[in-house]
């Protein structure tokens, strides 16, 4: 009996010790996951174990494996997804690149017509400006042409008025005829050219200087035989009038002059012409007061 008593606190004993020793197990693992991640707890195969507690440990034991799983291939499903959308994107950017190069030199081109529209309206509005100021410039000598052109006007006929007054006052003139705007003196005694030319600038006129052939036409048709205002008395054979202007416009008669007699360095009108005569013959004479210019 005492054998059996002493074989029942044997087997209590031996129990009291696993137990003990299980408990132990369980606080080990459950305080350092990664241990239990990397070895098989081999002590679950034992029969004596507490089946509450093991189970527990296990679940957590697959639970943290089952995440790790997952979040290993959803790393792996991204990274997959991150290579497929760079080769996406360079694909598209391959495809795309001779159009952004079009792109890119129309912006270019643009901006170049841009700049150069720029300077063309630069040069425009001051082309512009410049035309404003030339108009400016043009209306402020339009307006005072016309102020100018008033006061001649005026004038003009303010001569006009003096110029009939003149003619009325030279018509009462003895021996004074007026022809465009001049004044002539008809002789009726013959002098020689010097004597003749001195009577009429005592007189404030000089022998006549035919000038046109209207004036030309008014001495032909009326006086014939009369002193002009020509000489040739300084050089031989060059004609010119009593004021030193040369001689542009002549009315010689057909052979003259020829100096028939020798020096005849003085002309005479006639009907029919211009004639030399020596300067020391006696004619009458024309002498001519311009009072109009």
């Known amino acids: 009996m005492s054998d059996g008593i002493y074989e029942d606190v044997i087997r209590t004993e031996s129990e009291r010790m696993n137990t003990d020793r299980m ?7 459950e305080n350092a996951e990664e241990y239990v991640r990397d070895h098989d707890f081999r002590t679950e195969t034992n029969t004596h174990q507490p089946l509450q507690r093991t189970g527990s440990v296990c679940v957590k034991i697959r639970s943290s494996r ?14 997959t997804a991150v290579i497929v959308l760079c080769v ?7 495809n795309y690149t001779p159009e952004t190069h079009q792109l890119l030199t129309n912006i270019t081109n643009f901006t170049q017509e841009r700049d150069g529209l720029k300077i063309k309206n630069k040069n425009l509005t ?21 102020i100018k052109t008033k006061y001649l ?13 003149l003619q009325m006052s030279l018509g009462k003139l003895d021996g004074w005829i007026y022809f465009q705007s001049s004044l002539y003196f008809i002789s009726s005694e013959e002098k020689n050219w010097a004597e003749s030319r001195r009577y009429c600038t005592e007189r404030g006129a000089d022998l006549i200087i035919i000038n046109n052939r209207e004036e030309h036409e008014f001495v032909r048709k009326r006086f014939d035989g009369f002193w002009i205002g020509l000489t040739d008395s300084d050089v031989e054979g060059r004609w010119k009038w009593v ?20 020096d005849e360095d003085c002309a005479v009108t006639y009907s029919r012409g211009w004639e030399d005569y020596p300067c020391n013959d006696a004619f009458r004479w024309i002498c001519e007061k311009i009072i109009f210019k």
């Not at 408990?23 to 693992?29: A, D, G, P, S």
């Not at 005026?154 to 008025?161: A, F, S, T, V, Y």
């Not at 008669?253 to 028939?260: A, F, L, M, V, Y």
């Open 23 to 29: 408990e132990m197990t369980v606080v080990i693992y």
């Open 66 to 79: 089952a995440a790790a799983v997952c979040l290993v291939l959803l790393c792996v499903l991204l990274l």
């Open 88 to 94: 996406h994107i360079h694909t598209k950017s391959s």
């Open 126 to 146: 001051n082309e512009r400006d410049q035309l404003l100021t030339n108009i400016t410039n043009l209306t402020q000598e339009r307006d005072g042409l016309k």
């Open 153 to 165: 006007t005026n004038e003009r006929d303010q001569l006009k008025l003096e110029k009939n007054d």
């Open 243 to 262: 004021d030193g202007s040369a001689l542009t416009s002549w009315f010689w008669r057909s052979g003259e002059p020829n100096s028939h007699r020798g």
